[in-house]
């Protein structure tokens, strides 16, 4: 699995997977998740499209240094991707804190995106989530990744599998096997510190845009996926019935269909203005 370097000179994993000959489609993971928290998308759009998913500085195979983080270096991290890879643009979706890394790659660095799926994700700070990510932060370095696991899990899975306690590992064995307790830190303070400058500059994206959320998210709620949609001309909300904040994982199968239509749909419109 290769490496590239980001420009600080920090080690960025990533993996190549899908179909060789595919459109690029570029995978970012939220706060604390790796490029597995894809597994459930890895065939389903990997027969479609070239695969690059990334692990964020301080998860994964990535180096993982002391804070503090910044989420414009991470999301230029992402495009370090790119340029290691050759290429010039890609499809690129993010899911939650990923979700911010797409926003401003795109607003960034438009002219390296084709299109732009945001899941379960926002666009502005709200101060309840300020102090619950800070709280979280400060679990983790106090308590360890047990211990925040444990607080977060009704943030990130739906009632029905909480309940009975079958937590996907690819959700949440990250935190709690892989994840130094710094790096969880380092990241969860990266987005409280992020500014809300970049929603101003949603407006100016161009590229088609998908907006996915599940109803019984209630770490980045409804409410926001309709911000972006509203800011971000032409964007498309696709809203999934019963589906918490990982629904990439526990709605894996509409998910999937809606967003592997929307790529087929963006891809056939970037091919044509290219023709």
Known sequence: MPFTAADDGTRIHYEVAGRSDGAP?????????????????????????????????GAGRSDKPRGPY?????????????????????HVMGASMGGVLSQIIAVRHP????????????CHHHDWRVELLRGWADVAEQRGMRALTASALRWLVGPRMHHRLRVPFGLLGPLVLDLPPHAFAAQARAIVAMSDDVRGELCTIAVPTLVIVGTQDILTPLADAEELAELIPGAELSVITGAPHGLMIEAAAPFNERVLAFLERATAVSDHEAA
């Open 111 to 122: 002219h390296r995106v084709r299109s732009l799926v945001l899941a379960c994700t926002a």
């Open 70 to 90: 910044d989420l414009e270096v991470m999301a230029g991290d992402a495009v370090a991707v790119l340029d290691a890879e050759g290429i010039d643009r890609a």
């Open 25 to 57: 489609l570029l995978l970012i993971q939220g706060l604390g998740a790796d490029r597995r928290a894809w597994a459930a998308q890895r065939y389903a759009l990997g027969r479609r499209f070239r695969l690059l998913l990334v692990d964020n500085r």
